[in-house]
């Protein structure tokens, strides 16, 4: 029995038609948009049982969860125009404080709507493979390369000593490397952007960032970032380009205070 | 070539049959983002609450959001 709304994004009023057809966060919830304040808000009815702490909860199954995440993106990524997504796992109890929370907020949602308008999220990582990185700058870096060299010729005893002092320049070097290249991209970004905010990294990512771009900006970008991905090819470090996404991180600090 | 650079720009948007790296991604995407609810806490005005929990405090950890997306793509009920 639905008795909470949940609720994806905002988007301003009249840019959406009334029920939309696209799948909501439960199988057969319609999803419905509701105007306040000059905002269109889009929101499923759903039990709120599922989503509480309680006997009927679901959220500690990770099956269930996970086909909500994809459910709750399936709709903000098929919204037209410009949208501003609210944090996955928004239930409000009714349509009434769903519409407090709007009236509220409506100046900071509405400029966070206007600084979106006719741009889409782009995430972009670095990422390194240290085995690879660094046997390339074994190579690459003169002074290693001469260190490696000596280490090779060298008594056993020698030897031993120089592959200490070879390990930790190549930490020191792979360190360095990883930093400018961060540097380099945050600047090539922070050129294009609209807004930039940095994200956790993931995995073998060692710095990652989602851009705000508009159109012309998302060509111009992605040329250059090729052209960056050319440059690494080879040396151990790699980049991944993501989107259009929705302005996901961009909402969180637009309107985190709205 | 073990080096490939992955630069082909993905399409995020899972369909039914996504596949399990685009989940991934989503939830990557949408751990910590969207606009927030007053702290991410129930809150109650005058009698008529407003939950939130997000995605953070759904799962827990990124660990929890790993194992989750390894189990995601058989149900979507």
Redo the contacts between chains.
Sequence with gaps: MPD?LYAYA?APAGSLPDRLQVTGIL?GAEVLALEEAGLTALASPVP?EA??AGPGCR?ED??????R??????VV??LPGTV???????????E??LR??LRQRAPR?SS?LAAVSGCTE??VTL?E?AA?HGAWLRHADPALAQLAGKAEQASPGTAFLLARRLDKALAASRQARLQDTAQALGRLLQAEARHLAPS?P?NAAVAGWSALLAEAAQHRL?TA??LE??M?????L????????PP??F??E???D? | M??????L??Q????PA?PQQS?V?????????????DG?IVIS?AG????????R???AS?D?AQ???T??P????
């Design positions: 909470a905002v199988p709120r989503f509480e959220t990770a099956d269930w969860l996970a086909a995440a994809a459910a709750h993106h399936g990524a098929a501003l997504p609210l944090a996955f796992g928004a239930v409000f109890s009714g009434a404080p407090d929370w949602l966070a782009w995430s990422e493979d690879q956790r993931r992605r970032l090729e991905a050319i690494l090819s080879g040396t151990g790699s980049l991944t380009l993501s989107g259009p996404w996901y991180a909402a969180r637009a309107a985190s709205a | 073990p080096d490939m650079v992955d630069f720009p993905r995020p948007l899972p369909g996504a989940l991604d989503v939830l990557d995407k949408l751990l910590d983002t969207g606009v927030v609810l991410q005005l008529v609450d407003l939950i939130h929990i997000g995605l405090a759904l799962v990124v929890t194992r989750l997306v189990a995601a058989r149900s979507r009920a």
